[in-house]
């Protein structure tokens, strides 16, 4: 059933009270376990491939809705589809809060979205100005008299109010969204507010009033919002990049025809057009988390203590992304806000992230992560992992022969030249002078320090490690619980909370049921994706230890998986004739190379013994 309009903001907010409330079929769809599947599915129709990107765009504009809200760059060429992309995934957010801005200026930013209020907080709009008294409305002086003090007085602090008052910018649950760069004041204005180091910033700026009289103004900014920059095509404008998630749309042929199969199917039938139920269902999901976390001034917490274990720790960066990676974790958990778990503790609201939040932010940010960690949009690291890194040394002549060999359209040199030019930025290239003409540069890939260690990140993960890791860093987490007194937990039942029990909790964390084990934006984070999940869980439940039986555990030094082929293609364990994926080191220094199932097995076991 196909629905002609959608419900205004208006519609919706007369339908609240404190918070948005989800009812029949809305709520349903709320508490669907196929729920972020179906609004891929939704969120297809109009945006074709760029799976990482509108995912992204979408659950940065749910941060907006949190204490931390996310910062998101986009980075690539222009035609590439970042603007469409996003106006079309935010197109389910309550459009209040969504402002899509040009080449913002200080005073555009000041008197299209500032506010002026009193002291008091009050709007100045609407605080009427005394009017002056006429003699003639009085038939005894004495009572003019009267009113013109009163009068007076009225003035005196009509004046001291517009005197003490002050323009305020609120961005608390806003999404901006950056179109184009804006200018350096504008930017400046708001960094220290982009960039989470204060809440609330005041200025003071001269300003014209009427008859060209100068006054000066006094202008605050508060509350942290979510941000999405367009374009980036100013060198400040990195300051922020290390603060941010950096993405890059697709250009892939497939995706083009898509887009134009899509463009097509537009002009020739436009009556089916019409907005589906379920993005309805999803505007009001949407209205209903963002009234929800606002009036409770609730939070999200990840109840898995050593999720830290899962994420690089080689440069100094990853200190700041693991930050973003549970700044995402939290933004799909509050989309899952009807199926999880809340805890209050002293009149404080805290929805609780599950399994299979972590599996979907795994799933996403290793998309996106060399990205992030880069600041550099994947044209330019395509380019360096498939033609720069193939030879030890090139020269740019030589490097742009090879590139036009393999690519359409084809580029200039000076166009490969500028792409070399940020990876000897990044870190992974270097250049030096040719011995023998010095005219010429050579350059020369380089072994980022921790790439190889880092880029295991962005490999398959593994069900058989990743689920009872997850469920040791829960029970950790849940002892630390049962530690503090006043503590409550509690579900949503339709839209009322009622108290549950620990099984209960530790179930909707944990358990596979709450979940499809088939949603593509689980099965794409393990090797095989159509069976990965099923297969493994049988490996996890009914698995044997006959090959590690014989081994004592207490003798291993050190298992690591290998980044690169080894070239071994026996099992130094089960002796089977495998490849194989890890090194295991014992104390007497002895080591051999491990297939795929012993490296798990092992590595499970250790597991359970630590």
Known sequence: MEKDTLPTKEEWLEKVSGTHVLKGEALEFAKDKDLTQKILEELDKKIKFDQPVKLSV?????????????????????GIGKSY???????????????????????????????????????????EKPEKPKKSDFAETYEFEDQMRLYKQMIKGYREAIRESYTLIDLSQKILVFLETPEYGAFRMLYPILSHDTERIEYRFVDKMGKGQLRTMRVIIQGFPATIFLTIDKKYMEELATRSFTITPEKSTEKIEAANKLTNSKVSYPWKNTESETATYLHE????????????NAEVIIPFDNLYELFPKEIVRDMRDFQHFTQLLMTITALHLHQRPI???????????????????????????????????????DFYHTIVKQKSAWYLKDLTAEYNLA????????????????????????????????RLNVYKPLMKHGEEKAKTFQDSFSWLILKPKLEKGFENWLNNIHKISDVQINKKNSNVLVCIGIEELRD???????????????????????????????????????????LDISK?????????????????????????VGQIDYFDGSWGFVCEDCHYKLEKMMIEKE
């Open 556 to 580: 291993i030094k050190s298992l690591l998986r290998l980044t690169t082929d080894c070239g071994v293609n026996e099992c130094s364990l089960c002796k089977q004739k495998k490849v194989s």
């Open 58 to 78: 979408f659950f940065a504009g749910i941060s907006a809705f949190l204490k931390e809200p996310i910062n998101l760059f986009q980075k690539g060429a222009s």
């Open 285 to 296: 999901l949407l209205l209903s988390i963002q009234t929800w976390f606002k009036v409770y």
């Open 508 to 550: 909707m964390i944990l358990n596979e049921k709450f979940f499809s084990i088939h949603n593509p934006l689980i099965c794409g984070l393990f090797s095989t994706p159509k069976q990965s999940l099923e297969t493994e869980n049988k490996q996890l439940n009914n698995q044997t230890t006959e090959t590690c039986q014989v």
């Open 407 to 438: 690519n359409t359209p084809k580029r200039s040199s000076e166009t490969l030249r500028l792409k070399l030019e940020r990876l000897i930025e990044i870190g992974y290239v270097d250049v030096e002078k040719d011995e023998n003409d010095k």
């Open 343 to 381: 805890i209050t503790l002293k009149q404080k609201y805290m929805v609780v992230s599950s399994v299979f939040d972590v599996l979907v932010a795994l799933n996403i940010y290793k998309q996106i992560f060399e990205t992030t960690r880069t600041g550099t949009e994947q044209e330019i690291l």
């Open 85 to 127: 992309n996003t106006v079309q995934t935010l197109k389910f957010f309550p459009q209040d809060n969504l402002w899509l801005l040009g080449g913002l200026s200080p005073k555009a930013l000041i008197h299209d979205y500032g506010v002026l209020l009193t002291g008091e907080g009050l709007k100045v709009e609407d605080i």
